[in-house]
């Protein structure tokens, strides 16, 4: 039996058939792979050595899902690659766990932290890093009046949920737009101050805390992190070609020392170990603004290991080895560009 037998979550993605032969290809002949999702990818499940349906990553049938899929494969290690399974996982670690079986994630305290604006933004501004200026709005009268200073001030501001995916319920107002805009395709909102003030009931729902913030520019960027114990092994800077991250155009590749040493204060501070994605945009003079930490590897982390950053081996062997080096695997400005492939997809001989 291979040595390492390992569960990937979220495969259906975008990059997930890269990510499941990357993992595979990781450490040569040693690693066997069962990509899981609630909905089926043909390319995800040919590349896969087995592929299995799971119930919603936020659900009580989702662990017990993921438990005898442990058991059946007899799993040694389990990357969540969803928030919700991240979060779900993580809360039934000792579960997950009681079979030798690494749970490749933070623990619940820290995951907490990570996953809430609001306790992200004031545990980074307490140690140093450098966030958005921001305001909690608790209501809607909070939120009109944070809104109005902003914008009396700047000329802009931002609306975010405090716990939400990505761009999910983003919206952007700045005096430069008239009416309402598309962002790159994404699901954030972009609208000039009357369209918004018009419009408010219509795209502003009711859930609160909310904050506002101040509006950040390109770049914009995911850092890859792979960690151990809070000690930096990997810190990959990924500028996105669409600022937006989905849907995603690809990556240019930075060799950027604020960015790396971001990192490692990010992950000295949480104590991280095993692999995450850190969003980050910039503020008009330069200045990286850390935006999330999230508690699982960016989807398009795939785009690092094809410029040979062995972030995959190194995760396997976090706890085998100490020897690992940082250092500089692409020349500054590679980009990485998505192609379109015909994949042919035959039948699998059980």
Known sequence: MLKHRVLITAVSGALGPQNINFMKNSIKGDVWVLGVDVKHNYVAENNANEFALVPLGNTKKYISRIQELINLH??????????????????????????????????????KTISNKILTYNFFKKVGITVPDFRVCNNELELIK?????????????????????NRGTILVDKTIKGRQDYMGSRELHMGW????????????????????ERLYEPCYDIDVLSKNGKLINAIARERINPAGVPYRGNIMRNNNKLTNLA??????????????????????????????NPRPSGSSAASMQCGVPLYKNLLELFERDDFQEKNYFVDGTIISPSFICNVIKPKIK
């Not at 993580?90 to 933070?106: P, W």
């Not at 009357?194 to 913030?213: G, R, S």
């Open 194 to 213: 009357e369209y918004f003030n018009d419009n408010f009931k219509k795209f502003v729902d009711q859930t609160f805390p909310k904050l506002i913030t």
């Open 264 to 293: 490692k204060k990010v992950s000295e501070y949480l104590e991280l170990t095993w692999l995450y994605d850190i969003d980050i945009m910039t503020r008009k003079d330069g200045t990286p603004v850390l935006l999330e930490v």
């Open 74 to 111: 007899k799993i040694t290690m389990v990357l969540p690659c969803s928030d919700e399974e991240a979060i779900n996982l993580s809360r039934n670690r000792e579960v997950i766990e009681s079979k030798s079986t690494l749970l490749a994630t933070a623990k619940i305290s820290t995951i």
């Open 146 to 166: 944070h809104a109005s200073n902003f914008y009396q001030e700047r000329g802009s501001f931002v609306i975010k949920d405090a716990i939400a995916r990505g």
